[in-house]
């Protein structure tokens, strides 16, 4: 494994601000910025639909664009604002309730309904949006979604939502996050990406 040379971090993360007051705000505060310093900085999440026997269900990911890790995932037959904010609740329970966070989506509703965008809010985090019609804006987002496709789900047949829920578990965890290599992290996991990076902070 190759070394890995870390920026100098300041110890006060970058604050954005969203206020609620102007809920027709779809600023990109993002602006592919794709590369980030550290862990924690800048979440991007998307939606995808995947079939389970004749139905459709709905996956929600949430991404650090740090490691490219997939801090929280969730599957539902609703393609619904609770969809997003489950899954948001689980990676800020899992990072810690990090500070000065930015969260990156696109423009679809479950991303700009006034229950997601005042939980943003009330947490202090700066909301940010693709451009509409603009998938290149959200691009670590569609990457993943293209490579779970193209290297599990695509290649499978699942006849409940129980066989599809297991199968995207065993992709995230079992090798996406911990042994998938990335050419934008040194050919590092994701998991091994963060590692490297508290072990020079840590020193």
């Given amino acids: 494994?190759?070394?890995?040379?870390?920026p100098k971090m300041s110890t006060v993360k970058p604050h954005y601000h969203y206020t609620s007051d102007d809920k027709g705000d779809c600023t990109n505060h993002?602006?592919?910025a794709f590369s980030q310093k550290a862990p924690d900085i800048v979440w991007v999440s998307d939606i995808t639909y995947l079939r389970a026997g004749s139905k459709w269900y709905y996956l929600c990911?949430?991404?650090?664009?740090?490691?490219?890790?997939?801090i929280a995932w969730n599957l539902?037959?609703?393609m619904d604002v609770d969809l997003v904010i489950i899954t948001f609740k689980k990676a800020y329970g899992s990072r810690h309730m990090p500070c000065g966070l930015m969260f990156h989506s696109d423009?679809?509703?479950q991303y700009t309904a006034f229950a997601f965008r005042k939980l943003l809010d009330d947490l202090d985090v700066v909301q940010s949006f693709s451009k509409k019609g603009y998938p290149f804006d959200n691009a670590v987002s569609?990457?993943?979604f293209k490579y779970l496709k193209k290297e599990q789900t695509g290649r499978m047949t699942y006849s409940t939502m129980r066989e599809l829920h297991i199968s995207v578990f065993e992709y995230i965890e079992g090798f996406y996050n911990s042994r998938r290599p990335h050419g934008s992290l040194d050919y590092m996991t994701p998991n091994e990406f963060e590692e490297a990076y508290w072990k020079q902070v840590q020193a």
Avoid: A, H, T, W
Wanted: net charge positive.
């Fill in 61 to 70: 990911v949430i991404i650090d664009l740090f490691s490219r890790k997939v």
């Fill in 76 to 78: 539902s037959p609703r």
């Fill in 30 to 32: 993002l602006n592919q």
């Fill in 107 to 109: 423009r679809g509703s």
């Fill in 1 to 6: 494994m190759r070394s890995m040379v870390l």
């Fill in 142 to 144: 569609e990457s993943f």
